[in-house]
C-alpha cells in the first residue's frame, strides 16, 4: 500500500524523508539500509550528516547496500555511484567503508557478481529502502518492460534516462554509460519499508502512473501499489496529478 506525503518544497521533502530514515536508525543501531543515487535523495544525505555531526544519530554499526551502478565506469570516476555515494554521504558519517555496499559495474563475470548481490541481499534484509524515480517510472535502472520478477541484473538504458543523466556527464550523452546493474525490482520489493522520493514537473506524470495507474512493467514503479510498507513523499510539482 502507498502512503502519500505532499511537501511544499524539496527541502521539506527531504526533511520528512529524514524523519522515516531516523526512526530506523534510532531504533535498529544494527540496521541495513537500502541507498539510492541521483540528485533526489542528496537533501536527505544531507540531514543524516547534520544530524550525525550533531552527535544524534551514529552508523557505526549499520550495513548499506546501494541499488545500482554504471558498467564500466572506473569506480574513481567522479559519476560512478561509489563516488557519489562517498562524496554525498559514506565520507561524512562514521559507517565501516567495508559495510558499504554498491553493485560492481566492472566484474569480470557480472552474471555472477549479479547472483551473488541478490543473494547478499536475501541474506541481508533491507529495514528501510530509499528511492527515487525516472522520468519514464524506472526504479534504480529497472527500466520500463522489466519483468517484476527481475533480481539484480544488467541493463541496457533507455535514451530517455541517458539523456536524463547526460546533465552529470558535460550535458553529453555519449559520455553516459550504455549498461548498468541494478537490483531487480523483486529484490527492492523485499525491503521491509520503501520510502520513495520524487521532486520537480519532470516527475509528476511517471508518480501519477506509479501511484494510480495499472501495476504493469510498463511503469516499474507501479509494482510498489503492492508492497506492504510504501511511503511516497512529493514536492509540489511532482505531486501535480495527485489528490491530497
Ligand atoms: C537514475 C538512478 C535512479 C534515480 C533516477 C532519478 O537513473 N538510477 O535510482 O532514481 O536516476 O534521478 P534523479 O534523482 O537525479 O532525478
Given at each position: 500500500?502507498?502512503?502519500?506525503?505532499?511537501?511544499?518544497?524539496?527541502?521539506?521533502?527531504?526533511?520528512?524523508?529524514?524523519?522515516?530514515?531516523?526512526?530506523?536508525?534510532?531504533?535498529?543501531?544494527?540496521?541495513?539500509l537500502?541507498l539510492a543515487t541521483g540528485?533526489?535523495p542528496i537533501?536527505?544525505y544531507?540531514?543524516?550528516?547534520?544530524?550525525?555531526?550533531?552527535?544524534?544519530?551514529?552508523?557505526?554499526?549499520?550495513?548499506s547496500i546501494n541499488l545500482d551502478e554504471?558498467?564500466?565506469?572506473?569506480v574513481?570516476?567522479?559519476e560512478s555511484y561509489r563516488s557519489f555515494m562517498n562524496n554525498n554521504l559514506f565520507n561524512h558519517i562514521?559507517i565501516?567503508k567495508?559495510?558499504t555496499n554498491v553493485p560492481?559495474?566492472?566484474?569480470?563475470?557480472?552474471?555472477?557478481?549479479?547472483?551473488?548481490?541478490?543473494?547478499?541481499?536475501?541474506?541481508?534484509?533491507?529495514?528501510?529502502?530509499i528511492?527515487?524515480?525516472?522520468?519514464?517510472?524506472?526504479?534504480?535502472?529497472?527500466?520500463?518492460?522489466?519483468?517484476?520478477?527481475?533480481?539484480?541484473?544488467?541493463?541496457?538504458?533507455?535514451?530517455?534516462?541517458?539523456?536524463?543523466?547526460?546533465?552529470?556527464?558535460?550535458?553529453?550523452?555519449?559520455?553516459?554509460?550504455?549498461?548498468?546493474?541494478?537490483?531487480?525490482?523483486?529484490?527492492?520489493?523485499?525491503?521491509?519499508?520503501?520510502?520513495?522520493?520524487?521532486?520537480?514537473?519532470?516527475?509528476?506524470?511517471?508518480?501519477?502512473?506509479?501511484?494510480?495507474?495499472?501495476?504493469?512493467?510498463?511503469?516499474?514503479?507501479?509494482?510498489?501499489?503492492?508492497?506492504?510498507?510504501?511511503?511516497?513523499?512529493?514536492?509540489?510539482?511532482?505531486?501535480?496529478?495527485?489528490?491530497?
Amino acid at each position: 500500500m502507498i502512503v502519500l506525503k505532499h511537501a511544499k518544497t524539496y527541502e521539506e521533502m527531504s526533511k520528512i524523508a529524514y524523519s522515516f530514515v531516523k526512526e530506523v536508525v534510532t531504533t535498529s543501531p544494527n540496521a541495513t539500509l537500502g541507498l539510492a543515487t541521483g540528485s533526489t535523495p542528496i537533501g536527505l544525505y544531507k540531514e543524516m550528516i547534520k544530524d550525525y555531526q550533531a552527535g544524534v544519530v551514529s552508523y557505526k554499526n549499520m550495513l548499506s547496500i546501494n541499488l545500482d551502478e554504471y558498467v564500466g565506469l572506473p569506480v574513481e570516476h567522479p559519476e560512478s555511484y561509489r563516488s557519489f555515494m562517498n562524496n554525498n554521504l559514506f565520507n561524512h558519517i562514521d559507517i565501516d567503508k567495508a559495510n558499504t555496499n554498491v553493485p560492481n559495474g566492472l566484474a569480470e563475470d557480472i552474471e555472477k557478481a549479479c547472483k551473488d548481490y541478490s543473494a547478499f541481499i536475501a541474506s541481508h534484509p533491507i529495514d528501510i529502502q530509499i528511492l527515487g524515480i525516472g522520468g519514464n517510472g524506472h526504479i534504480a535502472f529497472n527500466e520500463p518492460g522489466t519483468p517484476f520478477d527481475a533480481i539484480t541484473h544488467l541493463v541496457e538504458l533507455k535514451e530517455k534516462t541517458r539523456q536524463d543523466n547526460a546533465r552529470f556527464f558535460d550535458g553529453d550523452i555519449n559520455k553516459v554509460p550504455t549498461h548498468a546493474v541494478t537490483m531487480g525490482l523483486k529484490d527492492i520489493m523485499s525491503a521491509k519499508q520503501i520510502i520513495l522520493l520524487a521532486s520537480g514537473a519532470g516527475k509528476a506524470e511517471a508518480v501519477r502512473d506509479m501511484v494510480y495507474g495499472k501495476m504493469s512493467p510498463e511503469c516499474p514503479a507501479s509494482i510498489l501499489q503492492s508492497h506492504p510498507n510504501v511511503i511516497v513523499i512529493v514536492d509540489e510539482a511532482a505531486g501535480y496529478y495527485l489528490k491530497a
